[in-house]
């Protein structure tokens, strides 16, 4: 029988730590500052105030921004942050290259609580536009609620969780790197996704995914209190 | 090991409590822990007025830790007078009856038991015990988690860290390899560092097979192993042991995460002996004076094992504890719990166990036949009431510095 030297047993641990941490640097390259950072305390996402983005594919001059406002202005809880954009009048003199097409929106959120996606998604898509994206920044911790107004049995609960499924796959693809977990609540008629800490959760995506799976929700709203709390009624 | 030596593993350990910043980065999934109501934080802090600036229930319920801790250190001086007494005065039975209650008293007083059963479970747990960790991390692996399912993977890098969870565990299940093994423990262990001191502290507990790992032979896959030597049964209990104390510790400094796990299964709340400890405390504080018990009964368990003082009764509490939590609490996310319940029960049913009170029972041995009454009076005396104290009320203090609400 042959026993490890302490040599090597040194060796071979701190070999694999090494390896451990340069698996993880090159699947997420760093600087040095965020590499000595504490977990979460540089992330984009974390810790700040709540923003929403909207990433519109088609979002060509100060007309479209003006659709885009009016259909959110009735929303008090948002302030839409405006992207310089040509007027109306230059860009019907100058056409643009298609990679100048698409814009980004970002909303400022002053009570993330009375913030429903859907009727966001809904306002945009009355006003002739649509967002192919839409991206929560800021919570550090908090899941996503979706209200389905179907769910009549066990057959429903389980076959949304089933075709949420979905998502794990996807993963790997570069897709839902934002979610950590989801649930299925019956009871409460609710799918909610789990956000993993200081995530950029992307809303279009879970839309995507329950679509997928046969569900329109009613609402999508972000939570950061407890599991079960009520939700609050716009003032 | 030396004394000093392992003063100084536990300063190391202290300061890593002490002197970090990072928040846990746990998630809410398996184990809900998202607090349902606010907690009193003031209770934690400095309480103006209080007994050495604490809260006064804080150090009610410290005190009787300290009391339980002190009466089991006491007692563990004088087993071997009482079971003696009790054997030769009043159980003088005789037979079956006295040999069943002869291998009792053993197993209470950590003393090696002759049975046959007894030998065989022991068997059995040090191979559940060493092929359990494999089983774990195939089952992080399929839960997208690194090591515990608390600890979710990063998905840039989820897929590497998959494979090699898997490859390890088919290394630990076949029994190949182990000193690698052990490394590859130690390292993964050094790597959730990454993470924060929190996560690396809280999988303390998962370095304890690492010791039987890295001390067992290359050619680990062509033997049966059964029994783990006195050594390595040694560094087992000190690392098993010094895990459950950093995770009470844990527990008191980062209240917010065991009071929401609280709040969302509140059936383990209703334990007898976290109720004796926060007994006639102000119920307005009731999550609070749970928090501290919970978190200092662990403490307690935690060093009683890592001194080797009834480590069987200690390790029983905790296997019962953690079944509790595993069939009864929460059910199916707690399945990971079987590494730690195998590993107690290698350690409950071994008859390789030994104590760090040695020396001081060597002294108090030779003032026994010097007939010095004083001397062992002050010996026994002295070294339970500063164990009592060192063990429950420094670092309850410190800690009571830091502001803790934002965790």
């Given at each position: 029988m042959t026993f490890a030297t302490t040599k090597q047993l040194v060796l071979m641990t701190a070999l694999w730590a090494l390896t451990l941490f340069g698996i993880d640097y090159a699947k997420n390259p760093r600087t040095l500052g965020q590499l000595l950072a504490p977990p979460g305390a540089l992330s984009a996402a974390g810790g700040g105030a709540p923003v929403i983005t909207l990433y519109m594919n088609h979002l060509?001059?100060?007309?479209?921004?003006?659709d885009v406002t009016t259909a959110l202005e009735k929303f008090k809880a948002l302030t839409v942050k405006s992207p310089s954009l040509e007027s109306e009048d230059e860009a019907n003199m100058v056409p643009m290259p298609e990679a100048y097409f698409g814009k980004q929106i970002e909303l400022e959120v002053s009570d993330l609580r009375y913030v429903d996606f859907m009727a966001i998604d809904r306002a945009l898509r009355d006003a002739g536009l649509v967002a192919e994206h839409i991206e929560l920044r800021g919570p550090r911790h908090y899941r996503l609620e979706a209200t389905l107004n179907h769910m009549c049995c066990k057959s429903c609960s389980l076959g949304a969780k089933e075709g949420l499924e979905m998502t794990r796959g996807l993963k790997s693809q570069g897709q839902f790197k934002w979610l950590d977990s989801f649930d299925v609540e019956k009871e409460r008629k609710l799918i909610i996704a789990n956000a993993r800490y200081d995530a950029v959760a992307d809303v279009g995506e879970f839309l995507t995914a329950l679509n997928h799976a046969g569900f329109q929700p009613s609402?999508?709203?972000?939570?950061?209190?407890a599991e079960g709390s009520p939700r609050p009624t716009p003032p | 090991m030396t004394s000093r030596r392992r003063v100084g593993e536990l300063i190391v350990l202290v300061s890593a409590i002490l002197l970090g910043s990072t928040a846990a980065l746990a998630h809410e999934r398996f184990v809900k822990h998202n607090l349902k109501y606010p907690l009193h934080y003031e209770f934690f802090g400095r309480w103006p007025g209080g007994p050495f600036g604490l809260h006064p229930d804080m150090v009610r319920i410290a005190s009787r830790v300290a009391s339980v801790l002190a009466a089991f250190f006491l007692i563990w001086f004088v087993r071997r007078p009482i079971t003696e007494y009790i054997e030769r005065s009043l159980l003088r039975v005789g037979g079956p009856t006295q040999r069943a209650l002869h291998k009792l008293a053993c197993f209470l007083t950590?003393?090696?038991?002759?049975?046959?059963?007894?030998h065989a479970i022991g068997e059995w747990a040090v191979i559940a015990f060493l092929r359990s960790p494999g089983l774990v991390l195939m089952y992080s692996a399929t839960n997208d988690s690194l090591v515990m399912p608390s600890f979710p993977l990063d998905p840039a890098s989820a897929q590497i860290f998959k494979f090699v969870q898997v490859a390890l565990a088919i290394l630990i299940l076949t029994q190949t390899w182990l000193p690698l093994c052990g490394a590859m423990v130690v390292g993964t262990w050094l790597y959730l560092f990454r993470w924060g001191w929190m996560v690396a502290v809280d999988a303390v507990p998962v370095l304890t097979v690492a010791v039987v790992y890295l001390s067992s032979p290359w050619q680990s896959h062509k033997l049966a192993i059964t029994r783990i030597n006195a050594q390595q049964m040694r560094r087992v209990r000190f690392v098993l042991g010094l895990?459950?104390?950093?995770?009470?510790?844990?527990?008191?400094?980062?209240?917010?995460?065991?009071?929401?796990v609280a709040d969302n299964a509140p059936s383990i709340m209703k334990d007898r002996m976290i109720g004796f400890f926060m007994a006639g405390t102000d119920p307005h504080y009731r999550r609070e004076c749970w928090v501290i018990a919970f978190g200092l009964a662990e403490i307690m368990s935690g060093f009683m094992m890592t001194v080797g003082i009834f480590t069987r009764v200690w390790g029983a509490i905790m296997v019962f504890m953690f079944t509790k939590?595993?069939?009864?609490?929460?059910?199916?996310?707690?399945?990971?719990?079987?590494?730690?319940?195998?590993?107690?029960?290698?350690?409950?049913?071994?008859?390789?166990?030994s104590s760090e009170t040695a020396p001081i029972e060597a002294l108090d041995e030779a003032a026994w036949r010097a007939?010095?009454?004083?001397?062992?009076?002050?010996?026994?005396?002295?070294?339970t009431i500063v164990a009592a104290i060192l063990v429950v009320f420094p670092?309850?203090?410190f800690i009571s510095f830091f502001d803790r609400s934002g965790l």
């Open positions: 060509c001059c100060s007309g479209c921004l003006s609402a999508i709203v972000a939570m950061t209190n | 950590d003393q090696p038991v002759r049975d046959r059963v007894f895990g459950f104390l950093a995770l009470g510790w844990l527990k008191v400094y980062n209240h917010n995460l065991i009071a929401g939590l595993l069939l009864v609490d929460f059910g199916w996310d707690e399945i990971p719990h079987i590494y730690p319940i195998s590993a107690l029960l290698t350690v409950i049913f071994s008859n390789q166990l007939g010095h009454h004083v001397r062992r009076l002050a010996i026994i005396g002295g070294s670092l309850l203090y």
